[in-house]
């Protein structure tokens, strides 16, 4: 798949940048994802275009997973950080990163451009750009206390798929906190975490 197959999907604000971003940090990886249900957040938020996914390497190799403090039990998952309209997506890389780590990152990898559609969607699509990120400096904190985050810990990249498992797994049950189900949700957080086990294990 060349670049041009890609961007075409992607909204035309950020068509340049993700080309650019391709020819500094690799080519990645696109899989589109047809969604049952789109009604839940983020796909409702209207203050954003997509996400940048950001897959923290920890010095040790471990990946960091976070736990909000409103999800269920034992669930965790890679980090994400909304891009607003018009907005670049390394400025919101380095924005996301700095509120939810505070760690010093270098960009080792574009792996991978993730869009979702939905019957909820109509004509406008979700995109999650993912970056491999490698810890260069810094100590770990959640520098905004709006990301409610309950806990984080590191993961090898082989219990990615685990991870992506047991979202899968949620119950229909529907949470004001998410406005729609988790099952929902979940269908649609799995994805980045198969992708992502993907991209790692094949180097």
Known sequence: ???????????????AEVAELAVRYGMPRHRHVVLADGVF?????????????????RRDGG????????????????????????????????????????????????????TYATPDLMSRRFVSYVFLLDEIGGALHVADPAEQVAEMRTVL???LPVLAARLRQLSDRTDPAISGKWASWGQFRAVMHEEVGALLEAG
């Not at 798949?1 to 068509?15: D, E, K, R, Y």
Request: hydrophobic share 45%; glycine share 6%; net charge negative.
């Open 1 to 15: 798949m060349n670049i041009q197959s890609i961007v075409a999907h992607l909204p035309v604000h950020h068509q």
């Open 41 to 57: 957040d983020p796909l409702i938020k209207t203050d954003r275009v997509g996400e940048v996914g950001m897959v923290v390497r």
């Open 63 to 114: 990946i960091l997973v976070a736990r909000k403090t409103y999800y269920p039990p034992e669930i965790f998952r890679l980090l994400t950080g909304g891009v607003g309209p018009g907005e670049p997506i390394a400025s919101a890389l380095a924005r996301e990163v700095a509120e939810e780590t505070s760690l010093t990152v270098q960009i080792s990898r574009f792996l991978s451009v993730i």
């Open 157 to 159: 990249p082989a219990e």
